[in-house]
């Protein structure tokens, strides 16, 4: 503005307008101020106008958010601070979201635990107080007859405690109190110890337990309590259902950064179907398919829980009438010797 005034002034000397406007500059001024500031004015309005549609747009999907509607989400547009505002409300509401379907997921779960747990308490109970009355009601022919149903009883309480134990320990492994007490633990004494265990039981199914040692000398940092009795229960799951194979065969290898052991039964495959649901808990195989299934359907949940809390791996495959459970355990904070 001060250059046009300049050029005024020059060219004032044979101009008449340059004249007119040299004699009226407070009034020119005054007016290109006027201008300037209405100028002023509608760029802010048209800046303004923008950021106010996209706040309503936010304002109105809160609005939609409050009644329950969480499928909702704002788009984000630019890089400042409504932008910002918008990606944490989407945020917020996909984690609602997520909470809410967990909340869901757990309330089923909660059900169907409570449902697969009065199912199997109550079966071995019936069967319990069935063959307990027959005993004090006298009904029994003779003391052989007696010795069947006494016996009979007694198996059923074992298999109910034994569910009680699975079920107390599941519970255990998964309250957010639990701790892992790791040491240094050397594998193939800790897979010794409880093969150890599985003798008796092996020489009266007819079974043999076999060893194949890639590395003797793998040592890893680990909870021993909860790795030996996640082995317990993958060792016991495949002698009650690999009786027919004769073998148990366990491999210990180490790979990359991983101590890997499989647990190798020979009997009838488990169809391909069933393999992702084989840790779910209260999941059992087709009961028609095996002889020996009295299992509680939650050893191998726990299994997995305890190389979740280690930071491992299990799987299963189970083909050509070999079935193959493998835990990998990484050596983060683990080592060979």
Not at 142 to 156: N, Q, T
Request: glycine share 4%; charged share 25%; with cysteine.
């Amino acid at each position: 503005m001060i250059f046009i005034f300049w050029i005024l002034i020059k060219v004032s000397d044979f101009k008449p307008f340059a004249v007119f406007f040299l004699n009226h500059i407070i009034f020119f001024t005054v007016l290109v101020s006027l201008f300037l500031v209405l100028l002023m004015i509608i760029c802010f309005l048209l800046f303004t106008n923008s950021k106010m549609q996209y706040f309503e747009e936010i304002h109105r999907t809160l609005e939609y958010i409050s009644k329950g509607n969480l499928d909702i989400s704002i788009p984000v547009k630019k890089s400042d601070e409504l932008s910002e505002l918008a990606f944490t409300i989407n945020n917020m509401t996909y984690q609602l979201r997520v909470s809410i379907e967990q909340g869901k997921n757990w309330e089923k779960t909660k059900n169907d635990l409570i449902t697969n747990v009065s199912h199997d308490l109550r079966t071995p109970l019936t069967s319990i107080l069935g063959y307990v009355e027959l005993i004090v009601e006298g009904k029994y022919e003779d003391e052989e007859s007696l010795k069947h149903y006494a016996d009979v009883a007694y198996s059923k309480c074992k298999s109910l405690k034994t569910l009680v134990d699975d079920l107390f320990e599941y519970s255990k492994l998964n309250s957010t109190g639990m701790k892992v007490n790791k040491i240094r633990i050397s594998l193939i004494e800790l897979l010794e110890q409880v093969i150890i265990g599985f003798l008796p039981y092996l020489k009266e199914v007819g079974m043999e337990y076999r060893f194949f040692l890639k590395n003797e000398k793998i040592n890893i940092d680990g909870d021993p309590v909860l790795l030996a009795r996640m082995f317990d229960n993958l060792v016991n799951n495949a002698v009650n259902y690999g009786k027919e194979g004769k073998y148990l065969d366990i491999e210990l290898q180490q790979e990359d950064k991983e101590a890997i052991v499989r647990i190798i039964n020979y009997d009838n495959p488990i169809p391909q179907e069933e393999l992702p649901l084989i840790f779910e808990r209260f999941y059992k195989v087709d009961k028609s398919r095996f002889k020996y299934n009295n299992g509680s359907g939650i050893g191998l949940a726990i299994v997995k829980s305890i190389v979740d809390m280690h930071y491992g791996i299990v799987t299963v495959d189970s083909k050509d009438n070999k079935t193959i459970f493998e835990v990998r355990l990484p050596f983060n904070g683990l080592e060979t010797v």
